[in-house]
Nanobody, 120 residues
Framework: QVQLEESGGGLVQPGGSLRLSCVASGIPYRVNVLGWYRQGPGKQRELVAE???????NYADSVKDRFTISKDNTKIAVYLQMNNLKPEDTAVYYC??????????????WGQGTQVTVSS
């Protein structure tokens, strides 16, 4: 059974920091990309950051130079360090893992989401 356990969300003042964690278990496919998405109130879900198995990274323009994505090479885990948080970063953040089964079938898994609220 695939499980993605997210943690680290919460309430923080503007300018503050949070670190999100996502640890996966039961993944039956080869993982190629780990990422974080977010969905703000009344908005569509959007990519925040992603990292490949080779540690190549990609960030949304709105978070560049403030957020850092990293992964654990000893287990299937991805982290998002968020600094200088702004009210517009308020959203539910979702962990996403993508890869391929041995058959070649693409597969992905989503976390349950963790709320990040930036407010004074």
């Amino acid at each position: 059974q695939v499980q993605l356990e997210e943690s680290g969300g919460g309430l923080v003042q503007p300018g503050g920091s949070l670190r999100l964690s996502c640890v996966a278990s039961g993944i039956p496919y080869r993982v190629n990309v780990l990422g974080w998405y977010r969905q703000g109130p009344g908005k569509q879900r959007e990519l925040v950051a992603e990292i490949t198995r080779y540690a190549n990274t990609n960030y949304a323009d709105s978070v560049k130079d403030r957020f850092t994505i990293s992964k654990d090479n000893t287990k299937i885990a991805v982290y998002l360090q968020m600094n200088n948080l702004k009210p517009e970063d308020t959203a539910v953040y979702y962990c996403n893992i993508r890869g391929y089964m041995t058959s070649g079938l693409p597969s992905e898994s989503w976390g349950q989401g963790t709320q990040v609220t930036v407010s004074s």
